[in-house]
């Protein structure tokens, strides 16, 4: 039987801008393990109360043991294809996606690298510099009421949209071929259905292209070497009970 196809989502690095809340840094953990996601950097920690972050942190302590600390956004995101900023800014020249779409276009790119998604701090986002750093920017489209969402909800937002892109993509994915019949397999068939048919006394006489004739769909029908083994077998059978 074939093994089921894993599921393969986009190479993506959670980036974190200056961080100050440890209860964000555990939620963000925990969305991120919640989502099959393991690659995360943080510039300028803000804090180091990772005794609160780890009780926030539940069945993710481990990410909070080996975040990337790097001191700037170039060095977090030095190694990945594509840079996208989390800002509800327009900047000319610069594509605003919603999270799906990014999620879509991580997936599309993996061959290329890895995607890098920037989140600035909780109290001011991203700097102008940070935007205008990133390659393109993205932004969640909530109410104009109450527009800012929270740093570990946003993650969380865009760690679903990631792995919801890699569900879909592995549901259309066609299933991996079983492995065709040899030439051996088909051979084997045949000699047990010549047995069969000797014994049963279809062939009576001289064979001519009885045989053949009979094995011909079988070999048009690409038949798998289960399928094969299978016919072969059930063939033998009958030979014998003849």
């Not at 972050?53 to 700037?72: C, F, G, I, K, M």
């Amino acid at each position: 039987m074939a093994e089921a196809k894993p599921l393969v989502a986009a190479p993506v690095r959670i980036v974190l801008l200056r961080p100050r809340n440890p209860e964000n840094l555990g939620a963000v953990a925990r969305a991120m393990k919640n989502f099959g996601l393991g690659d995360w950097a943080i510039a300028e920690l803000g804090t180091h109360d990772f005794a609160t972050a780890r009780r926030v942190a539940v069945h993710a302590e481990d990410l909070l043991d080996r975040p990337r600390l790097v001191r700037t956004l170039d060095e977090a995101v030095a190694d990945c294809a594509w840079v996208v900023g989390t800002s509800s800014r327009r900047v000319r020249g610069k594509r605003r996606l919603a999270p799906a779409a990014v999620a879509r276009e991580a997936l599309e790119r993996a061959p290329a690298g890895r995607t890098a998604i920037v989140f600035g701090d909780e109290r001011s986002g991203l700097t102008n510099d940070e935007v205008h750093r990133c390659h393109d920017l993205s932004a969640i489209p909530t109410d104009e009421a109450q527009p800012s969402v929270n740093l570990a909800q946003a993650v969380l937002l865009y760690a679903y949209e990631l792995r919801r892109a890699a569900l879909e993509a592995h549901e259309r994915a066609p299933a991996p071929a079983p492995a065709g019949a040899t030439d051996e397999e088909l051979g084997n068939l045949e000699e047990a259905l010549r047995t069969a048919l000797r014994t049963g006394g279809f062939l009576a006489g001289p064979e001519r292209h009885a045989v053949r004739d009979l094995v011909a769909p079988l070999r048009r029908a690409r038949l798998t070497q289960r399928e094969a083994r299978l016919w072969a077998a059930a063939l033998r059978t009958l030979g014998r009970e003849g």
